[in-house]
């Protein structure tokens, strides 16, 4: 099993509660009426976007969806720039005209969130042909649902990365629903990764709420893809907590899913598993929390005292215009 060391151990529960705390602070806001637009949130996920990001370098890219907070956190997006993002503001990633659909940073490695369903994957590749026709050895992992795996782009994602063993590390986070539609309603077989025998690479459905577990396949992965070994389907699975959208009254679920109770808690997961090997304090495990809490109540603050874009600005960035 990989090595999970105490410095590890403390970056991997600092990102973990970041996902979190943002996302939960996100899901208030937006009840509170703060927030405008529209919110996915992948709380119940974390484990997914931290063990993968935490597989791969800083020079590498991720391409994340419609719930992506988690994979821009993960991958070193700043806190204070996402929130502004949601809240509108002209400090935010796309100076507040995007939303929590638009966080991009390149510098960053991150090639963006994406309302296009399965486009994280087609964006992937072309990224990772990029590394590979420069002959760098960088890789690309893609995030996407078990509900953009029926799409066609998907497909000729996979299949084109396949041929050209292009250094791309698919990962599905594979949540039990699309939208409102259960697993088994549109996927006809049980496990998403048996489609890589179909492109030719290797496919593995991992517990995508053990970070270890995550993290451990997700380096396996990276390494083949580095040295030229092209691609891996990653399947985690995992439970989206909330609904598809904030506001959704997941009447799709049946109740003991809605059960905090029954929550496989990727957080609680990964503490018990490093106090059961002494890894950190518990002391430390809580102090984590307390300066994760305070970062994010720092972003909150940021985010109100940014300014509202002006009316003058409107048509800056604009591409296409008839003035
Ligand atoms: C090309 C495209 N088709 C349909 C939609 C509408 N849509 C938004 S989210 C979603 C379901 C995505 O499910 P999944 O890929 O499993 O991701 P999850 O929401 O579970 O994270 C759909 C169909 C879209 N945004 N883009």
Aim: aromatic content about 8%; some cysteine.
């Amino acid at each position: 099993m990989t090595k999970i060391d105490s410095t590890l151990a403390k970056t991997l529960l600092e990102k973990l509660w970041e996902v979190r705390l943002f996302e939960e602070n996100t899901s208030r806001l937006y009840k509170e009426g703060v927030l405008p637009g529209f919110v996915h949130l992948s709380l119940g996920q974390e484990a997914c976007a931290v063990g993968a990001c935490q597989a791969l370098q800083e020079s590498d890219f991720i391409t994340s969806t419609h719930r992506g907070h988690g994979h821009c956190i993960a991958k070193g997006a700043d806190l204070n720039r996402m929130m502004s993002e949601l809240y509108g503001k002209e400090t935010g990633y796309s100076k507040g005209r995007g939303g929590s659909m638009h966080i991009a940073d390149v510098n960053a490695g991150i090639l963006g969130a994406n309302g296009i369903v399965g486009q994280s994957t087609t964006l992937a590749i072309g990224a990772a042909l990029s590394f590979q026709t420069k002959k760098l050895d960088n890789v690309v992992l893609a995030f996407f649902g078990e509900g953009a795996s029926g799409s066609g782009a998907v497909h000729e994602a996979m299949n084109i990365a396949g041929i050209w063993k292009l250094p791309v590390i698919f990962f599905c986070e594979s949540n039990k629903y699309a939208e409102l539609s259960p697993f088994d309603v549109h996927v006809p077989i049980k496990n998403i990764s048996d489609r890589s025998k179909g492109y030719g690479f290797k496919g593995i459905t991992i517990d995508g709420n053990n970070l270890v577990d995550v993290y451990s396949n997700v380096l396996e992965a990276v390494k083949l893809a580095r040295n030229g070994n092209g691609p891996t389907l990653i399947e985690a699975k995992t439970n989206r907590w909330h609904g598809h959208y904030e506001g959704d009254p997941q009447k799709y679920k049946p109740s003991s899913e809605l059960d905090e109770k029954n929550w496989d808690d990727p957080i609680i997961k990964f503490q018990d598993f490093i106090k059961k090997e002494k890894i950190i304090s518990e002391t430390e495990i809580d102090k984590i929390k307390e300066i994760v809490d305070k970062k994010i109540i720092e972003a909150i603050k940021f985010a109100e005292q940014s300014k509202n874009p002006s009316a003058e600005i409107l048509l800056e960035d604009v591409y296409a215009s008839d003035f």
